[in-house]
């Protein structure tokens, strides 16, 4: 089992930036974690939205179109926690974010197995 708990959430003016933190927990999470990590996001009223993944060593990441040369994934194996830095803050960045992990890093969100209970982040203009 794997519990994941985000924070750094808060809120913040448009152009500012949150650097969000994952905490990982369970015996699975070693540094030899064979987990995949992802960042996700998610707006009432809408679908889960993917922001960012990280594959099990940190030498591969993805980005969604909409975050990319603004959010910045990365992770220390050794604490056991991922990071989003998030720079150039829009208020359409406005959701509750969630970190994930799984097997393989990809944008689909069905592909993750363990879910955090979500960090909220507020930009406003």
């Known amino acids: 089992q794997v519990q994941l708990v985000e924070s750094g959430g808060g809120l913040v003016q448009a152009g500012g930036s949150l650097r969000l933190s994952c905490a990982a927990s369970?015996?699975?999470?070693?540094?030899?974690?064979?987990?995949?990590m992802g960042w996700f996001r998610q707006v009432p009223g809408k679908e889960r939205e993917f922001v960012a993944a990280i594959n099990w060593n940190g030498d591969s990441t993805y980005y969604a179109n909409s975050v990319k040369g603004r959010f910045t994934i990365s992770r220390d194996n050794a604490k056991k926690t991922v990071y989003l830095q998030i720079d150039s803050l829009k208020p359409e960045d406005t959701a509750v974010y969630y970190c994930?992990?799984?097997?393989?890093?990809?944008?689909?969100?069905?592909?993750?197995?363990?879910w955090g209970p979500g960090t909220q982040v507020t930009v406003s203009s």
């Open positions: 369970g015996r699975a999470f070693t540094l030899y974690s064979l987990y995949a």
């Open positions: 994930a992990a799984g097997r393989v890093a990809v944008a689909d969100n069905g592909r993750y197995d363990y």
